[in-house]
């Protein structure tokens, strides 16, 4: 597990601000491909958040494992398990082809494909991998060189969900409905209230990382790092006990009965 493991710098201060800058759109444009396509660029035990792809692996590859790997080779996509579970998939696809296997994934909060390194600046696809397990201001570099290399800059400015979703996921977005999701996600973080990127951020089921530790270790449950239904239940508990409104979601009211 450790070979993968880094940094995972957050996001810093201002750096959302200075990607959407550079790329011409405003700062709710990239949130909301950060939340489509992973909800932060990490998973709780630090390495970078991935999908294996094994029908990508298969073409890599020509085939030759298909037969014997159809779990991790085939011409169909599927198979995902999802998570750190992704891992599994691709360590054994790295035992078999580890360049292919490693392009074959998508890395971090982008989930930009492994096959891209050399095209956004790395010479390699490890030294890709490695800034992957660096930092999300990593991430960052990689999503704006990717979005202005393939001239996807316009498509964010002018917030033409269907062109930029068929250019960055490619035609399989429609099935996904990436467009739909875009357009609800931008909604959501286009009308929110302005914040930086160190403001304590509202936790609630589905989220991830270090800041859920804490509302864990909190709470006096195991601090996996993961908001799943055995957190949100301690939530509501201490809500009712501390006179809240008992919603599982840890706003600021919350948040500061807490001590945080």
Same mark, same amino acid.
Request: one cysteine or more.
């Given at each position: ?27 709710a ?50 198979? @995902? ?61 990689? #999503? ?19 062109? #930029? ?7 399989? @977005?429609?099935?996904?409905? @990436? ?10 973080h286009s009308?929110?209230p ?9 936790? *609630? ?11 864990q270790? *909190? ?7 993961d ?34």
């Open positions: 597990m450790t070979e993968f493991t880094g940094p995972a710098t957050r996001f810093s201060e201002g750096a959302i601000q200075k990607a959407a800058d550079d790329i011409g759109c405003d700062v444009a990239v949130k909301a491909v950060i939340d489509v396509e992973s909800r932060g660029g990490f998973l709780p035990d630090t390495r970078p958040k991935i999908l294996f792809e094994r029908h990508v692996f298969s073409k890599r590859t020509g085939g030759r494992f298909d037969a014997s790997h159809p779990d991790i080779s085939s011409r169909d996509p599927g198979g @995902y398990k999802g998570g750190a579970a992704e891992y599994d998939r691709l360590l054994a696809a790295a035992a078999l082809d580890r360049k292919a296997a490693l392009e074959s994934a998508s890395w971090g909060a982008f989930q930009i494909m492994g096959y891209h390194a050399t095209s956004l600046g790395s010479p390699d696809v490890e030294a890709f991998c490695r800034g992957m397990c660096n930092s999300e201001d990593d991430h960052l570099k990689a #999503f704006v060189s990717f979005v202005q290399l393939n001239k996807l800059d316009d498509e964010l400015c002018r917030r033409d969900w269907a062109g #930029f979703a068929r250019g960055y996921n490619g035609p399989a @977005y429609l099935k996904n409905r @990436y467009d739909a999701k875009l357009a609800a996600a931008y909604t959501l009308i929110a302005p914040r930086t990127e160190g403001t304590q951020r509202t936790l *609630k089921m589905g989220d991830e990382g270090e800041d859920v530790k804490w509302l270790g *909190k709470l006096g449950v195991t601090p996996d790092g908001f799943g239904p055995a957190t949100k239940n301690a939530v509501i508990a201490f809500q009712k006990q501390h006179g809240l409104g008992a919603d599982g979601i840890v706003g600021a009211r919350t948040r500061q009965a807490l001590g945080g």
